[in-house]
């Protein structure tokens, strides 16, 4: 295969310093380090420019794909409810296109024919770049070294790094495997491949626990227009800063904290503990908002476009029709949900205590049970009766019968 020019997306960390000199070997191609922040932390990104240069890359590209990351996925996945399996808030998968996107738009600039990643074969990643990468440039050949090479453990590429003289600070053992964004932190490896094992308080990072939160809880007042978070405690805010902050509050009060046994979708299960303080609170104030704006056949059709939508993320398909379609209806359904959410944190929960809308559906003089004068129980007769009116025929020909 003749590459001349390949664009890697790189971490710094042991698999992609190992990638660099190994595309060099069996390619005999220019090799341009490809980085993208998004929101990983300051500690992940130090020095990560001159580690590619060292491991042979001929330049090293850093870009800051927050903004769009927080605009352009997860507000809108927001929108949608999506939850995978009932529990995963989408953190590692959310990431990825605007990952891929910028990856292949780089590789585009610069004349490259060929784009890289270091993702496993057993893993659901490789699914999710490769199916970005096949939707925004087929052109491009895709290297997946892990499906080619001869390397088997840490040892082994540390072995190579040292045949090729390349410095790394990783060692032979590493207890877990962790991808890290502004939306979340994954942890998976070490016990937490036997499920029967409690995680120990080594495997978070993040947040506390809820036995070491505060005894005291938080509120914290947010507020929406059309399903976009828009202010803070009353003050307008960012959306990278909005997520950063209600991660700060959501750690503080051991929000957000799961362990989960999920389907992969290359077939197999996997056991992994994540952490998505704000985008729990974040959540449950758009449920709590939802359930004053929607009726319930909307309410209905939202969940069901949620659990679509989860798949779809999961599953790689952001660059597809279908996306676009699902999104254009769950964006719809939002142009409702304005209003003003306040949550209460307190050691693990996020409850909602007080929410108010100018589109709310709920009607004080409608539900009360005191005296009203806007509700004549009489006509709840006919309208069961018409409402049971096929069990009632059903009967009376099951009686006709003996």
């Given at each position: 295969m003749s590459i001349?020019?390949?664009?890697?997306?790189?971490?710094?960390?042991?698999?992609?310093?190992?990638i660099v000199p190994w595309?060099?070997?069996?390619?005999?191609?220019?090799?341009?380090?490809?980085?993208?922040?998004?929101?990983?932390?300051?500690?992940?990104?130090?020095?990560?420019?001159?580690?590619?240069?060292?491991?042979?890359?001929?330049?090293?590209y850093i870009v800051d794909l927050r903004e769009e990351l927080v605009k352009e996925v997860i507000y809108p996945t927001l929108k949608t409810g999506a939850v995978y399996e009932g529990q995963y808030l989408l953190g590692t998968s959310m990431a990825r296109p605007?990952?891929?996107?910028?990856?292949?738009?780089?590789?585009l600039e610069l004349g490259a024919?060929?784009?890289?990643?270091?993702?496993t074969g057993k893993g659901n990643d490789q699914v999710r770049f490769e199916g970005a990468f096949a939707a925004l440039a087929p052109q491009l050949t895709v290297i997946a070294p892990w499906r080619e090479w001869q390397f088997n453990s840490r040892q082994s590429l540390l072995n190579y790094l040292a045949e090729k003289n390349v410095p790394t600070t990783a060692s032979a053992t590493k207890i877990y495997s962790r991808d890290a964004n502004l939306w979340h932190i994954s942890h998976e490896g070490g016990e937490l491949e036997d499920p029967w094992c409690e995680p120990s308080e080594q495997v978070w990072m993040w947040t506390k626990s809820p036995e070491q939160a505060p005894d005291k809880a938080a509120y914290v007042e947010l507020s929406f227009d059309k399903g976009e978070l828009v202010s803070i405690n009353n003050q307008a805010i960012a959306p990278v800063a909005a997520i950063e902050l209600l991660n700060e509050l959501g750690s503080e009060h051991g929000i957000g904290?799961?362990?989960?046994?999920?389907?992969?979708?290359?077939?197999?299960?996997?056991?992994?503990?994540?952490?998505?303080?704000?985008?729990?609170?974040?959540?449950?104030?758009?449920?709590?908002?939802?359930?004053?704006?929607?009726?319930?056949?909307?309410?209905?059709?939202?969940?069901e476009v949620g659990l679509e939508f989860a798949q779809l993320v999961y599953d790689g398909r952001w660059f597809t029709p279908l996306k676009d379609a699902l999104l254009?209806?769950?964006t719809s359904l939002a142009e409702q949900l304005t209003g003003d959410v306040v949550i209460k944190l307190y050691k693990g929960n996020v409850t909602v205590a007080k929410r108010r809308s100018p589109n709310s559906l709920y009607s004080e003089a409608f539900a009360t049970f005191e005296g009203d004068e806007v509700y004549n129980q009489k006509d709840a007769a006919g309208f069961i009766r018409l409402y049971s009116l096929s069990s009632r025929i059903r009967a009376l020909h099951q009686q006709q019968k003996g």
């Open positions: 001349k020019k390949v664009v890697l997306a790189y971490s710094g960390g042991l698999d992609t310093s190992a595309l060099k070997d069996n390619y005999n191609c220019e090799v341009i380090a490809f980085v993208a922040n998004v929101g990983q932390g300051d500690e992940e990104l130090a020095g990560v420019e001159q580690k590619a240069i060292n491991s042979g890359a001929s330049s090293c605007v990952i891929a996107r910028a990856q292949v738009k780089l590789a024919d060929a784009l890289c990643h270091g993702c904290r799961i362990d989960i046994v999920e389907n992969r979708l290359v077939g197999m299960k996997s056991r992994g503990c994540y952490e998505t303080p704000g985008g729990t609170i974040l959540m449950a104030a758009l449920k709590g908002l939802e359930t004053l704006v929607y009726d319930r056949s909307s309410l209905k059709y939202r969940e254009a209806a769950a």
